[in-house]
């Protein structure tokens, strides 16, 4: 999207670098100090960046200088730059505690740890180059989800890796024997135990053990028998969105979701719904959006229709309700789920969903 600088230019806080520039220049920063050689102890880094002149705390300090509709937007950034600062301090410190538990602290000159050829020391060290890590494009995205649901009021909760028959489909009004389970074919453990194949699994808990009005998302690692191409994977998390309360209705469904899509992508983002068919809702909805991969001028990610299904969705099943101990003519409430692979594709345009879960460091490297 181009951005526009020349109606502002004469503002007075055009002078100071903008916190997107501020939090990268810290990233670098902290980056070249973790790399350096001698390493530089926690405590210094803590004082040079968290303490209360350090670098983070005085950007965080900036806040009050930003422009108040860019001042959210900045927020998170600076909040996820102190998350990311004290995880990569905490990192340092457990390698410090390693190395003096285990005695080979570098008097010795000899680290068994150390990336590089055990008899090379200082300079001559070929190879030495610390692999800092980066949060995966899939935690990061699912962590914007989760924030902006959570500012919309929604309460978090993880589902379950493995979880029973009941939960998976009886409670979802998916009876034993029914033709609709073939849609979540999947595997079973010998104690007849299910790694989950959707995070709707957790519905009939919170259903029945949240007091209405119920606004939940639960967030899960998810497993289907699914024969793999560019748009399919066996392993994909998902979002699941539970909502109950008196008077809910399909409108309020559609406002949730397409909130969430323009709070995600940072615009307007265009959206239609269409039928679709799930035991659990009724009717069972499909919602989707405009294809980012080519700006709807058709591509093989959207089969050319220039649209994507990102939320299976719809009105909770009155059996559902009726199942988890809620009167159906008392209550309604909507459920979706949302998943994040599809999200990270579509935000980043990458041909195939495969490379998500491949651990192939070229790839991953790219989200630095
Ligand atoms: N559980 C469904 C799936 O994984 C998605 C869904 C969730 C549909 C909630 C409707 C409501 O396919």
Redesign the pocket.
Known sequence: MPKSHSSKRAGKNDRKPSISALVRDIKKQLLSDLQSDPPISTAQLKTKYLGKQGMVTRAMKEIGAVAPEKRSEAGKELNTLKLWAEGQMSRVSETEKMRLDSGIASDDGFDVTAPFPPNTTGSERPGLEPKVGTLHPLTTVGEKAIRIFESMGFHLVEARRLDDDYNSFEALNIPKGHPARD??DTFWTEDRLIPI????AMQNRILSSVKPPIREIIVGK?FRNEATDASHEHTFY?L?GVYVDKNVTLTDLIGTLSHFMNAFYGRDIKYKIQPSY?P??EP?LEFLIECLVCGQRGCPFCHYSKWVEVI???PIHPNVLRESGLNPDEYSGF???LGFDRLVILRNQISDIRLLHSGDLKFLEQFR
Do not use: N
């Not at 194949?197 to 709707?200: D, E, I, R, V, Y």
């Open positions: 849609l979540w194949p959707h995070t709707s998810c998902q699941e799930f659990f809702v069972g299976p969705c719809g459920a979706w789920g």
